[in-house]
């Protein structure tokens, strides 16, 4: 870290600044230039991670040389990390493909979707139980039913099953039946749910909030990280522009940018970004073009009758066709999806 002080800082208040620093167990090199003088830490910058050092008389500013995000950083794990869901590996050369309606609706549906994206070549199923909904007048989900559905469904089609938790409170029952959990965008600044899945070691899906920064992202995920739990994936799924051409605004930087910084594998969810089905398969493609290592969309088999983003969703033969796409684009960058372990049928997934 480097405290820079201001112009005409007095010898008393470098001498404070000194102190300070002393006083919390590191060294401090001061170096006077022409126009500033400036004051090196040396030692454990997370020492003062919660000092007010900028509230001292005489700083001008204090420029931390480490990321806050410590156990997310890259500096931290320069290798990256490869997340296992149920025996289908995401992340390190892996892509997740994750579909499945936006509600779990019936057993029936869920059924019927899941036979098809499985044929289609994903190797997750999605479906939210517990719906974050911005008006409580709309559909809120089928809370535990929901959970035993999907769950079944995901083993008689030997695929592992994700599904969003909303509340502290219902991490308990979640954990129960999902393979892994996902924190919506609306939650990913929701610290003590963060805290909660961070206590277990189930993987978690972090959806980048709609206003979240990149560092805002992996600030929340280092609140999972710190817990203990390092299984995180983090998901781009558009923020919000002042363009109302699509639902959200699709950062497709943001999946550089976060390897970059980041160990932590990171897909992208062109569903909710885009909000429109003729954009998905360009933003899916363009996702993994840039890296990322998977794919979230949502699939229904009556797109009309869908209960909560029927407007967005693609229909099977669309996902079909898109994730045929995917598999091409993914051989001709070397990457593999990762087979479900228990998978009964394997038609045109690439083994890993
Ligand atoms: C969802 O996955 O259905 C969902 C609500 O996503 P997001 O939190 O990204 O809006
Ligand atoms: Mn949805």
Known sequence: ??????????????????????????????????????????????????APLEAIPGVAQVVPILPPYKLASSEAHPEPSVVEVAGVKIGGGYLAMIAGPCAVESAERMDAIAGAVKAAGANLLRGGAFKPRTSPYAYQGMGEDGLKILRETGDQHGLPIVTEVMDPRRVELVYRYTDMFQIGARNMQNFNLLTEVGQTRKPVLLKRGMSATIKDLLMSAEYILSEGNSNVVLCERGIKSFDNSARNLFDVAAVPACKVLSHLPIIVDPSHATGRPDLIPACALAGVAAGADGVHIEVHNCPEEALSDGPQALLPHQYAALAAQIRALAALLGKAISVPADSKHNAGQTGG
């Open 1 to 50: 870290m480097i405290i820079v002080l201001k112009p005409g800082v007095t010898e008393d208040q470098i001498a404070h600044v000194i102190d300070r620093v002393e006083s919390l167990g590191l060294r401090a090199h001061l170096s006077r230039g022409t126009y500033r003088t400036i004051v090196g830490v040396i030692g454990d910058e997370s020492q003062l991670q919660s």
